[in-house]
């Protein structure tokens, strides 16, 4: 079955500095791969998800994951991060013949003025 | 894409009572999904809930406690059973779209529980 491993439980950055948010995989089948946030007391949103496609996928404000197969990483990347930045973000694998999506433990990223 | 809606959005509940969450598509999915989100804690499936099928649970989940209702392709309930204060957690509803052969899945809002 497929599994995620966020590798840290929380970062801490200043705003305006990178960030990096680690995942590594593990399936089966051909994964597809997603990234959530979710902002204290709000629901889900998706962020980018790598369908089989371009490797380097572009998501939402201004975030982006390279797919690395040989690695089995599917790391979370933002050139500059903003204060509105600051919430939990999880990694999540589904594999095309399951019917489910396994989520990693979370990070949660906070952001220093 | 798809518009998720749960109701209620928050109760405070007493031990040993039921409540049932209600999740409401605004389009047809063949899959539903249940997720529990504990205090500080990622999500965990519950169990899927096809239309015309009986629910398929988890390691860890069963009907009695979680029991779950599929009656069209839009809807679907949870209900959690004789609740204690381990219950209180976020439960999410979720669908999947293969639209373009790929997985997607959308969730709903959550619906707050809390267990005095």
């Known amino acids: 079955a497929q599994s995620v491993t966020q590798l840290d439980s929380h970062v801490s950055v200043s705003e305006g500095t990178p960030v990096l948010l680690r995942c590594n995989y593990s399936?089966?089948?051909?994964?597809?791969l997603f990234w959530y946030v979710q902002h204290p007391n709000k629901g889900l949103q998706l962020l980018l998800k790598?369908?089989?496609?371009?490797?380097l996928v572009k998501g939402i404000n201004g975030f982006e994951a390279e797919f690395k197969k040989s690695e089995t990483s599917f790391h979370l990347t933002k050139p500059s991060a903003h204060m509105s930045d600051a919430a939990e973000y999880f990694c999540?694998?589904?594999?095309?013949?399951?019917?489910?999506?396994?989520f990693g433990a979370g990070t949660r990223l906070t952001v220093k003025p | 894409s798809a518009v998720i809606s749960q109701k209620p959005s928050r109760d405070i509940c007493q031990r040993g009572t039921s409540l049932t969450i209600q999740c409401q598509v605004d389009?047809?999915?063949?899959?539903m999904f249940w997720y529990r989100q504990q205090p500080g804690q990622s999500l965990t499936l519950i169990a899927t809930?096809?239309?015309?099928?009986?629910?398929?649970?988890e390691s860890g989940f069963v009907i009695d406690k979680f029991p779950i209702s599929r009656p069209n392709l839009t809807f679907s309930t949870l209900t959690v059973s004789n609740m204690s204060p381990e219950d209180s957690s976020i439960y999410l509803c979720?669908?999947?779209?293969?639209?373009?052969?790929?997985?997607?899945?959308?969730f709903g809002p959550g619906t707050r529980l809390t267990v005095l």
């Open positions: 979720s669908v999947k779209s293969t639209s373009g052969g790929y997985n997607e899945q959308f």
């Open positions: 399936s089966s089948y051909s994964p597809s």
């Open positions: 389009s047809q999915v063949t899959m």
């Open positions: 809930a096809n239309q015309g099928s009986e629910a398929t649970y």
């Open positions: 790598y369908t089989s496609a371009a490797t």
């Open positions: 999540v694998v589904s594999e095309y013949n399951n019917n489910d999506m396994r």
